[in-house]
Every structure is written in structure tokens, then in C-alpha cells.
């Protein structure tokens, strides 16, 4: 008889993802052979915009992410410039981007350290106390005095974490959610104290990512060579583009961009559309540009096994993050796999705390850091930009000058998606086919692919009705019968 195991919670993600997989033997090996990822709580942001005044999207917005609050912060900004036909000043679009680039540090560093490292390691002996214990554990884990010295390095980046988030609130205000970001531009003011403070945290940052990150992302590299080969997917890769270089939005630090199929290709944002054959929402909500999305639930719906819309470019499935940006940028083409979305993603660190030691040099303290501007009467626009775990898009309509209308996007999104209308695997479904799994009471394999993607389903789905219990993630796994 098939087995069925569940694993609830999984740990080491943001948010409540439940994950199915079915395990068979293929070839001699057990492998998966189906997965299914649902997001299991209701979002709910585009209905509590409805009605508000627009200049309150780009603080409420932040809320949907405790981890990413920024990149929402500048998705809606973006889109608030957009509506209003204002152009921050280049003090206002500098700040921004060393904003976004600290809340990209500070994630970065988050992910691999304290959310996804732990499944290459043997930690016992190391971090024997809960949350660390109990754990999945396999015989091919790193050990001895290597893992002893990327414990040490976790703790480490706990405090490299926090004078990220330090950095950021220097121009922020405060961090994890800004409050200096506006429809114009920003509100602090620029100083050289201010200039020589946050340039002293991103040096000591960038110390650390140079000689101890990038070393420890390479060690974890070596040590698990066939991971280089699982979790691949169907390798179509999509970036919006961010970091602002002048006032054109064309320059950018990441261009938008694709890789489709095989072939690199530009970026349309009218190719994307959402469906919901199998999502819990209205069949009236699929099939739509997110600038006409509805968000109307159908929890009932009996097809439905997420509250994740399946977006999608072109008709196609696109997975997002840093090895998307690196990968359609010419920074990064080794591969797509669970270690490439890892070394892509410290590569990236890297390359964004290099430009902002540049940014601060284009400072002006005194000038300008926003543009005045007007609550517009009637007009329909939208804000793309990049969060540290991929694409993320907010479109706006605005009537009587209130929110009439407001969709959200984000990176989980896509890549936690369930099939679409198409029966088209999402990007993590897809990558978990073919995942071998040694021990199917501890599929510490199927982990190892999901925590690649890095998934923030606090960011894909916000609401959870009160009084009900919701797991952080289950893995059903059903071995074949032999």
C-alpha cells in the first residue's frame, strides 16, 4: 500500500506553504513523480486598498511582508509616480535604491544563513535546542569542524543582518518597513554624516560578503556537486528589472528581461496574465491582466487547492529571483538548479552592495529628495520593480481620486503557483520532478529544492480566518508500490 508522510510544519520558510509530493520508484530510484504547492491563507491586501486614498498604498503595501517590505514600498511608489506624473529627483531615486539595496542585503544573507544552509549541515552537537532540534538528518550532510564554522558564520550574519537593516533605516527612517518612501520620491534629507554613517555599516557588509559568504555558499557548493543537476525545472526565467540608474527608467542596474524556452527575449508586461482553475477564487477572476484582476474567493471551489493565483507570462510557467535578474543580465549562466539559485543569489549581494558604495558617492546633501505633486482625478497605472526573491508587480486604478482598483503580484506568487488553466506545473512543482529521496521519512531532498526558491507565502497570501490553525508547510509523500 502507498505510505503517506506527513511533515508539519516544514521550517525555514516565510509564511504558510503546504507542499505535496508524490514519491515513486523510477529506475532503481525513489524519486518525485507529482508535487503540488499550495498557499494555504487568503490575501487580502487588494481588498482593504479599495476606496483609500492612493498616497497610503506605499505604506500598506509594506505590510503584506515583514522580510521584503521595501521592495513593496518601491513597487508602489513606482506605480504612485506613474499616476501622479511626477519624477522623484536624483537624491530621491539615489535614496531609494540604497533602501532596497540594504533590504536586499539583509534577505540575501537571511536566506541562505538561517533559512537554507541548515540542509546541508549536521548540526548536532551544534545546535541541539529548539527551534534547531528536532531535525531531518541524512549521511551525506556536511559535518565536523566545516560545519562547526558555518554555525559560527549563522551567527554571525545574525548581526551582519541587523546592521543591514541599520544601514537601510539611516535613509528609511526606521526598517523593516520605511517610512520615507513617498509618491515624488523620499522625505530624508541627505547629509555626509548621514552619508559617512550608512558608507561605514555597507563597507563592514560587504567585508562580510566578500570573504565569508561567497567562501561559504563555494564550500556548500563543493560538497553537494549533484545539486548542480536537481531541481532545474522547466528553466524559463523572468525579471522585471530594478535599481533606477537616472531619472529615463530605462537605465537600470537590472534590465527586464526572459529567458523563454531556450532563448532570451525581452520583457512585455501586457504577456502576463493570471488563471485560477485551480486556485480558490472566482472563475470570473482568471484569464485577466493584472491591471482588470479580481480578487473574489471561492473557497469551495472544488478544483481548488491554493489561494495563489497561477501567473504567467506568454501562457508559460517563469520562475523568478536572483538567478532570473543574474541570468537574463549575462551575470550569471551556469545553470539552473537549487545550488545555481544559491550561488546566483550571493553573486548578486555582491554586485548591489558594489553599486551602492558607487550610489553614495552621487549624493548631493541639501538638494532635493522629492517632487511635489497632485492626487490625479482618474487614471489607471502600475509599478514593476524586483524584491530580493524576484518580480514584483502593483497596478492601480484610481477613480474620483480614491483606489478603485488595486492588484498585487509578487515573486512567491509565480513561483509557488499551482497549475494553471493549461495543467501547467508551477516553476516549484515542476522543480521538485525527478528530486531523488533516499529516505521518505526524512525527505530532506524535497527541502533542499523548496528552500532554494527561497518562498515568502506571507508575501503570496495575507489573511487566515480567526480561531483555525494553519501549518506552516506538509509534505505528503506516497511511495509506489515495488
Given at each position: 500500500?502507498?505510505?503517506t508522510?506527513?511533515?508539519?510544519?516544514?521550517?525555514?520558510?516565510?509564511g504558510?506553504?503546504?507542499?505535496?509530493?508524490?514519491?515513486?520508484?523510477?529506475?532503481?530510484?525513489?524519486?518525485?513523480?507529482?508535487?503540488?504547492?499550495?498557499?494555504?491563507?487568503?490575501?487580502g491586501?487588494?481588498?482593504?486598498?479599495?476606496?483609500?486614498?492612493p498616497?497610503?498604498?506605499?505604506?500598506y503595501?509594506?505590510?503584506?511582508?515583514?522580510?521584503?517590505p521595501?521592495?513593496?514600498?518601491?513597487?508602489?511608489?513606482?506605480?504612485l509616480?506613474?499616476a501622479?506624473?511626477?519624477?522623484p529627483?536624483?537624491n530621491?531615486?539615489?535614496l531609494r535604491?540604497?533602501?532596497?539595496?540594504?533590504?536586499?542585503?539583509?534577505?540575501?544573507?537571511?536566506?541562505?544563513?538561517?533559512?537554507s544552509?541548515?540542509?546541508?549541515?549536521?548540526t548536532?552537537?551544534?545546535?541541539?535546542?529548539?527551534?534547531?532540534?528536532p531535525?531531518?538528518?541524512?549521511?551525506?550532510?556536511i559535518?565536523?569542524t566545516?560545519?562547526?564554522?558555518l554555525?559560527?558564520?549563522?551567527?554571525?550574519?545574525?548581526q551582519?543582518?541587523?546592521?543591514?537593516?541599520?544601514m537601510?533605516a539611516?535613509f528609511?527612517?526606521?526598517l523593516?518597513c520605511?517610512?520615507?518612501f513617498?509618491v515624488?520620491?523620499?522625505?530624508?534629507?541627505?547629509t555626509?554624516?548621514?552619508?559617512n554613517?550608512?558608507?561605514?555599516l555597507l563597507?563592514?557588509?560587504?567585508?562580510?560578503?566578500?570573504?565569508?559568504?561567497?567562501?561559504?555558499?563555494?564550500?556548500?557548493?563543493a560538497?553537494?556537486p549533484?545539486?548542480?543537476?536537481?531541481?532545474g525545472?522547466?528553466?524559463n526565467?523572468?525579471?522585471?528589472?530594478?535599481?533606477?540608474?537616472?531619472?529615463?527608467?530605462?537605465?537600470?542596474?537590472f534590465?527586464?528581461?526572459?529567458?523563454?524556452?531556450?532563448?532570451?527575449?525581452g520583457?512585455?508586461?501586457?504577456?502576463?496574465?493570471?488563471?485560477?482553475?485551480y486556485?480558490?477564487?472566482?472563475?470570473?477572476c482568471?484569464?485577466k491582466?493584472?491591471?482588470?484582476?479580481?480578487?473574489v474567493?471561492d473557497?469551495?471551489?472544488?478544483?481548488?487547492?491554493?489561494?495563489?493565483?497561477?501567473?504567467?507570462y506568454?501562457?508559460?510557467?517563469h520562475?523568478l529571483?536572483?538567478l532570473?535578474?543574474m541570468?537574463?543580465?549575462?551575470?550569471?549562466?551556469?545553470?539552473v538548479s537549487?545550488l545555481?539559485?544559491?550561488?546566483?543569489?550571493?553573486?548578486?549581494?555582491?554586485?548591489?552592495?558594489?553599486?551602492?558604495?558607487?550610489?553614495?558617492?552621487?549624493?548631493?546633501p541639501?538638494?532635493?529628495v522629492?517632487?511635489?505633486?497632485?492626487?490625479?482625478?482618474?487614471?489607471?497605472?502600475?509599478?514593476?520593480?524586483?524584491?530580493?526573491?524576484?518580480a514584483?508587480?502593483?497596478?492601480?486604478?484610481?477613480?474620483?481620486?480614491v483606489?478603485?482598483?488595486?492588484?498585487?503580484?509578487?515573486?512567491?506568487?509565480?513561483?509557488?503557483?499551482?497549475?494553471?488553466?493549461?495543467?501547467?506545473?508551477?516553476?516549484t512543482?515542476?522543480?521538485?520532478?525527478g528530486?531523488p529521496v533516499?529516505d521518505?521519512?526524512?525527505p530532506?531532498?524535497?527541502?533542499?529544492?523548496?528552500?532554494?526558491?527561497?518562498p515568502?507565502?506571507a508575501c503570496a497570501?495575507?489573511m487566515?480566518?480567526?480561531?483555525?490553525?494553519?501549518g506552516?508547510a506538509?509534505?505528503?509523500?506516497?511511495?509506489?508500490?515495488?
Open positions: 500500500m502507498a505510505t508522510i506527513t511533515i508539519d510544519p516544514v521550517t525555514r520558510i516565510e504558510h506553504l503546504e507542499i505535496e509530493v508524490t514519491v515513486d520508484d523510477v529506475g532503481g530510484e525513489q524519486q518525485v513523480v507529482d508535487a503540488r504547492s499550495s498557499g494555504t491563507m487568503f490575501r491586501f487588494e481588498i482593504i486598498l479599495a476606496g483609500r486614498d498616497r497610503d498604498a506605499a505604506q503595501t509594506q505590510r503584506i511582508c515583514g522580510v521584503c521595501v521592495s513593496h514600498a518601491m513597487a508602489s511608489c513606482l506605480t509616480d506613474s501622479f506624473g511626477v519624477t529627483p536624483d530621491g531615486r539615489i535604491n540604497l533602501v532596497l539595496g540594504a533590504n536586499f542585503i539583509q534577505s540575501h544573507l537571511l536566506h541562505f544563513y538561517h533559512l544552509v541548515l540542509d546541508f549541515i549536521d548536532t552537537g551544534l545546535l541541539d535546542l529548539s527551534p534547531w532540534s531535525r531531518y538528518a541524512s549521511p551525506d550532510m559535518g565536523g566545516t560545519a562547526a564554522g554555525v559560527t558564520n549563522y551567527l554571525s550574519a545574525l551582519m543582518r541587523r546592521k543591514a537593516h541599520q537601510g539611516i528609511g527612517g526606521k523593516p520605511t517610512g520615507s513617498v515624488g520620491g523620499c522625505t530624508e534629507v541627505v555626509a554624516e548621514k552619508v554613517d550608512f558608507r561605514t563597507t563592514e557588509l560587504r567585508g562580510f560578503i566578500d570573504a565569508v559568504y561567497l567562501a561559504d555558499v563555494a564550500t556548500v557548493a560538497a553537494f549533484t545539486y548542480y543537476q536537481t531541481g525545472g522547466d528553466g526565467l523572468l525579471a522585471f528589472g530594478a535599481f533606477d540608474l537616472d531619472s529615463s527608467g530605462t537605465s537600470k542596474l534590465n527586464a528581461g526572459r529567458y523563454t524556452s531556450g532563448a532570451p527575449g520583457m512585455d508586461a501586457a504577456q502576463i496574465a493570471e488563471y485560477v482553475k486556485a480558490w477564487y472566482t472563475d470570473a482568471g484569464d491582466h493584472p491591471a482588470e484582476g479580481l480578487t474567493p473557497a469551495d471551489k472544488p478544483t481548488g487547492y491554493s489561494w495563489l493565483k497561477a501567473p504567467r506568454a501562457s508559460q510557467p520562475e529571483g536572483p532570473a535578474r541570468w537574463v543580465n549575462g551575470e550569471y549562466n551556469n545553470g537549487v545555481d539559485r544559491i550561488a546566483a543569489r550571493a553573486q548578486e549581494t555582491q554586485l548591489i552592495a558594489n553599486a551602492m558604495d558607487g550610489w553614495l558617492d552621487e549624493l548631493v541639501g538638494a532635493p522629492y517632487a511635489d505633486s497632485r492626487v490625479p482625478q482618474q487614471v489607471t497605472s502600475s509599478g514593476l520593480t524586483e524584491a530580493p526573491r524576484g514584483l508587480g502593483h497596478w492601480m486604478d484610481i477613480d474620483n481620486s483606489i478603485s482598483r488595486y492588484q498585487v503580484i509578487t515573486p512567491t506568487n509565480w513561483n509557488s503557483s499551482p497549475r494553471d488553466d493549461a495543467d501547467q506545473l508551477g516553476p512543482e515542476a522543480a521538485l520532478l528530486t533516499a521518505v521519512n526524512q530532506i531532498e524535497v527541502l533542499r529544492v523548496i528552500h532554494s526558491f527561497d515568502c507565502l497570501v495575507h487566515v480566518r480567526p480561531g483555525q490553525r494553519s506552516g506538509r509534505v505528503l509523500i506516497r511511495p509506489g508500490i515495488a
